[in-house]
């Protein structure tokens, strides 16, 4: 919630998990997914389960390793690559 806080300030049309015409924070995370999917949204988050479940959709991410925990390089590199023809 810091990071949309902090993204809206910048003038960034944000949205977060509880608010108004969003998912609630109970919702399981494929149906948030779902959600950003349709609402055209990026999922921006410090879960890696949800980091896991938008590689496996091809879906894009943006990560905030907020807890300093240690991710397999050769695995998050190998994503990030993957997608770079898609990137504009």
């Known amino acids: 919630m ?26 399981p995370d494929e149906d948030v997914l779902t959600h950003a999917k349709r609402a055209r949204q990026t999922i921006v988050t410090t879960n890696h389960d949800m980091i896991e479940l938008c590689a496996q959709a091809n879906e894009s991410v943006v990560w905030f390793d907020a807890y300093g925990r240690r991710v397999d390089l050769v695995k998050m590199v190998v994503r990030i690559f993957s997608q770079i023809t898609r990137w504009r």
């Open 2 to 27: 810091k990071a949309a806080r902090a993204l809206k300030e910048l003038g960034l049309p944000v949205a977060h998990i509880g608010e108004r015409r969003q998912p609630s924070k109970a919702m």
